[in-house]
């Protein structure tokens, strides 16, 4: 199924964003993923945050879903469900099994990547009262409609049973929802429309290359038997752009209109989450074997973090991420054409004055800690605790000074 | 300090199998905590661990312009220890499973210790080992003295034996002793299992958080003549408690603002909020939590 994917999958050179088929996917580790949701969650309320958790991942799954069966030759049902199940479980999201018919019927998840990574990373410490698989839930209205052919919107998924929540498996109800929705989201010709032109940056060619080679190599990760891509030291998922944004985008439209006060919070949560991935993603990547295979041993010098932060920024479909300025210690200045983030804000709101790109601020953030306050000739775990240790006293701020979607012509932030 | 003082400061902490009071410079233990199940002697650790730090001090003083150990950490085959010096009388070891992330482990330790001090502080054993009966040797000589010393280090002393050129040091009011000895001590009032809150109406969740692990990150509270956690306020209570158990700490203030709408600043002064705020903050740190009650 890896190479349904790669078939159908494309890059934008200039701005280092991917796509397979109409949607913009991302890579992205349950630290980010699980911080995002909850963050949606805190916002919203438990109820709330998953109606638009499952809503925006029923709106990117359908557009992806749609637009690859569209690219192969006539199947049954059967074998569309088949491909969707195949589909999600190489892109590292766990494995479905469908037991529907156009009416409903139940899905049943195994080792579904957010269940489980939120029962691994908490649950030993807290009790879940609530499903964490909006996204499967999405997935599998979204695959039951494609495989039979239904109208949009006109099936609901909600997860009745959670292995966050103590189960060995997660259970889905299907049934029809009585209506049909035409909503399909950002597609790749609508982000073509805003990007705008793209630019170089400091030590261009080392990051380019690096990224290159990276990109090469992430085309050939897919999920193991378990559905589960489990690589650089943390749980791994490709997943849809749009998810991202639709939830992170809904969630400060409802905050702004009911809980205003809240709404820089809610932003510094979602630059956490961009701090957890570049902390523990471009960190596990850095200390990996393949990192020392593919690009170079670490040495300890900090611009040697931040140009490889900058290349997996790119690999992993971020954007063009580059170094406008650097001074240790002091300064890390990065701009980039676009992002995920700000070409999706643009192409769906009204140009605003504020920017839009919580991962890349967080991540920036990130970068500087990595740079500088981590160790890495001894090759350190990069372990929750250190994390949080990391966390505390951070010596530095970040700001975005311009944004794509606030009218800017690029996407630029500063970390002093 | 009583073992069930102890107890309720530092048995909560995953991976935490003891706490070692040791008082020095004579390196006899002081007060102790050991989970069930351990098998070392507490009172042969809490020598060795205090030797230790003492014999580091001892080769300290013979460089110039370095300072007394503040804190060292020490991994072994069987543990992870972390030693902190508390003053000038006491070292207190943190002894915690063998793997167990360091930057967490001396994370627990920084939470703890204030607590632990506070305790030792208000403790009368530890006045009457602050200001003994019998002469005592004279107190740690201020930065400059001790550069002065250094120009005539003084020998290492072996391990083990106390150091000949300084006056003994009476022994210590409460001398260790084993679990069982410490069981039978005439003194330990029973512990006291702190109270729980009446269940709010919230989401019918399944279980109880555990009382605060820790407590005393430094903060304006702090300087409060405040002396325990049950003579604190209720809404410092809870932030601590928050604090104690939410995970990723560093955000637990965010969420609850996030998820009640109340600004930060607000909830940083907890003491001034209403009955209904409370109740607000309540609910939301049971939510993050997973728990129908608070034990705070």
Redesign the interface.
Known sequence: MLSLINDNRSHLDQHDFQFVAQSQTVYHCHHFNL?WD??VD??LGNERGIAVRTKAAYEAASQFLNALISAMPPTTPEERLDIASSLFSAMGHGNLEFQVTPNGGKAIGYNLHYGLAWRE??GA?????HPADAVAAGYVAAATEAAFGLPLGSIECNETICIAMGSERCEFEVHQSGETNPAFGVTKEDVMGVIPKSFPGLHEEHISGVAAGLRKFLADVSGDKRGLIEAFGVMVTQQWSNYYNFTVNRTLDI?SE??P??IE??K??FR?CGHQCGFHTFGGIMLSPEWEALVEPLNGDPLQIINGSLAISRALGFGHWSLEAYEPEKLLVLRSPATYESVYRKAAYPVDDNGCCYLYQGAALAMMQLAHRVNWKEKP?L????Y??L??GVPWRVEESHCVAAGNSMCRVVVE | MRQSEMESLVSGIKQLNGVLVVVMPDCLLYSAWQRPGQAWDAEVVGAFLGELARDHEDGLDAIDGWSRVKQMTVEIEEALVVLRRSGDSFVIGFVFERGTAIGWARLQVQRTLKAIERVLEEDPDEAAVSAPAVPAPPPLPPRSAEKAQVAQPAPVVPSGAAPAAEPPMPPPLRPSAGPAERAAKPDLAPFQEPIVQPTGTGPNYGSVAPAPEAVGEEGPEEASPVNSEEEMPKGTRLIKYLDAHAPDTHAALLRVSLQTGLPLTLLRMPDSLSDDEFAQVEESVRRILGVEQLNF
């Open positions: 911080f909850q963050t805190d916002a990373k908490y410490h807290i009790k879940r009262h905050i009911e809980k006060d809240a919070v809610a510094e949560l956490e775990t372990s929750n605790s250190l949080l240790e966390r505390q």
